[in-house]
């Protein structure tokens, strides 16, 4: 056990905690069996933005397996696609073994550098949710270490109830220690990917709706320039595309698959180098790099789904303020609110290096899990923007007044109220969280700042 300071990789709010490394059931039990009145919460690669994998002056148990040794602890059956799996285990990992055998990870978000533990923990989406749902949708069951260091078998099956609140329950539940997950087959490495640079917020909305084309394509994301203004505000480029199959690809290994991190971001960043002018030039770049007519092309994976991975600790790049990241959603018929989004950051002069634009299909049955029918906006910006906290406050009141939500693995921001707007099954989810962890053990800076658990109850 080592006191270390923690951070998201929004790097804001450090706190210290005694952090445990480990991947070992034994160690776990007995580390939580030493546990005082701060708890402890299970962390992953810490991608989560905010303060969910931290708990200051607690315990937190780092469940990663990067590097191990014994190899990934993984068992898959090519014939089935079932993969069994360390909770431990990244996504990175899980590539590396199943795609050149011809299978995907049926949801990936923006960096393969996340665990199956946080996976789970967050529920997490990609730019396939219209057609494929979230994470948790693709698990076939998972073992969980309960606070009293108990080990159940959870499914969609056998309680589910204990399971659906695992999904999206940000760790506070127990330790997932394993799961069982559903690949996707594929045929190739390359994704057939249509780009296309769309004039305005208008175009972009409409090129993305669900009575269009777009449910034809498996992953669909828009890039939106929060700073254009005008006739042009929130214009944006539109990729969409599918695995492609094997005859497409001009390689005698279609399955070939080499992820490389190509560059590191400096470890000293002057602060400000994100800035409005900086990205203002950098959004005008990558519009008019975009086609102007629609142009179809075969993409990496890498290249396709995790574009940022190839610049390692990117995070780095806002300095020492670190960075604060806003995801919300709202309904598919509230566009309008979307649009006095964008009018708000556009008119404050507040830049988003990224600003993402995905239409999301149904919610499954995690009462705590984020996505939902509708439109999610996504938004990096620098901490520590003068007047920030009463913009994002403003933007809150638009979101959840328009019966929209927070998510909670970018939070750094929302209050605790807010969030009990935004997910009206919370006090289900709340009750069954307290008859798996009736000591109270799971805490998290996050569960803390919005509580999301009964405190009340002491260990
Ligand atoms: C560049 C980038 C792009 C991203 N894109 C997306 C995206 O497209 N879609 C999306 O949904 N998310 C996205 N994310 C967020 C990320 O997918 C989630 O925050 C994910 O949970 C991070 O996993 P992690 O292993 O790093 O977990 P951490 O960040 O370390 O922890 C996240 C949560 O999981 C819990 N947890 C971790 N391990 C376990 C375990 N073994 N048992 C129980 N609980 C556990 C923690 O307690 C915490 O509550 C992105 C993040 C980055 C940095």
Request: glycine share 10%; aromatic share 8%.
């Amino acid at each position: 056990m080592v006191m270390q300071r923690l951070s998201g990789w929004g790097r804001t709010a450090w706190t210290v905690a005694d952090l445990v490394h480990t991947t070992d059931v034994d160690v776990v039990r007995s580390t939580i069996g030493t546990a005082g009145e701060r708890g402890a919460i299970s962390r992953g690669l810490g991608r989560s933005y905010g303060a969910a994998a931290q708990n200051a002056g607690g315990i937190v148990l780092e469940m990663t397996a990067e590097n191990d040794p014994m190899g990934i602890d993984a068992d898959f059956d090519p014939l089935t696609g079932l993969l069994t799996v360390a909770a431990s285990v990244s996504i990175d990992a899980i590539l590396r073994m199943c795609v050149p055998q011809g299978w995907f990870i049926p949801v990936t978000p923006g960096t393969r550098f996340v665990t199956v533990g946080g996976a789970i923990a967050s529920d997490i989406h990609g730019k396939n949710h219209h057609i494929d749902g979230s994470f948790g949708q693709h698990v076939r069951s998972l073992t969980l270490m309960l606070s009293n260091g108990e080990v159940v078998e959870l499914s969609p099956e056998q309680n589910p109830a204990w399971f659906w609140a695992t999904v999206g329950g940000m760790g506070l539940t127990g330790v997932v220690l394993r799961a069982t997950v559903a690949m996707l087959k594929i045929e190739s490495s390359r994704v057939e990917v249509e780009t296309v640079r769309l004039e305005n917020f208008d175009a972009v909305c409409a090129a993305m709706s669900a009575d269009g084309v777009d449910d034809d394509y498996r992953y669909s994301v828009a890039w939106v320039d929060l700073l254009a203004t005008g006739a042009s505000m929130g214009r944006g480029v539109l990729t969409r595309g599918d695995h492609a199959a094997a005859s497409k690809v001009d390689n005698n290994d279609p399955l070939a698959y080499d992820p490389r991190l190509t560059v590191s971001a400096p470890g000293w960043v002057p602060n400000g180098l994100l800035n409005k002018w900086s990205i203002k030039a950098f959004n005008e770049a990558w519009y008019r790099k975009a086609p102007a007519k629609s142009h179809i092309g075969l993409e990496s994976i890498p290249a396709f789904f995790h574009p940022l991975d190839g610049v390692n600790r990117w995070n780095r790049l806002y300095g020492k303020q670190g960075f604060i990241q806003y995801q919300f959603i709202v309904p598919l018929d509230r566009t309008d609110v979307l649009r006095k989004v964008i009018e708000k950051f556009s008119d404050a002069g507040v830049a988003s290096f990224l600003a993402v634009l995905k239409r999301m299909g149904p919610q499954n049955n995690a009462p705590m899990s984020f996505p939902t029918e509708g439109w999610t906006l996504t938004l990096d910006m620098a901490a520590g923007i003068s007047g920030l906290a009463e913009l994002l406050s403003d933007v809150d009141s638009l979101v959840l007044d328009a019966g929209g939500r927070h998510y909670l693995a970018k939070d750094s921001h929302v209050s605790a109220s807010a969030v009990r707007r935004g997910y009206p099954r919370i006090d289900e989810w709340m009750s069954t969280q307290e008859e798996m962890d009736p000591i109270g053990l799971w805490r998290s800076d996050l569960s803390r700042r919005l509580g999301l658990v009964d405190y009340r109850r002491s260990l």
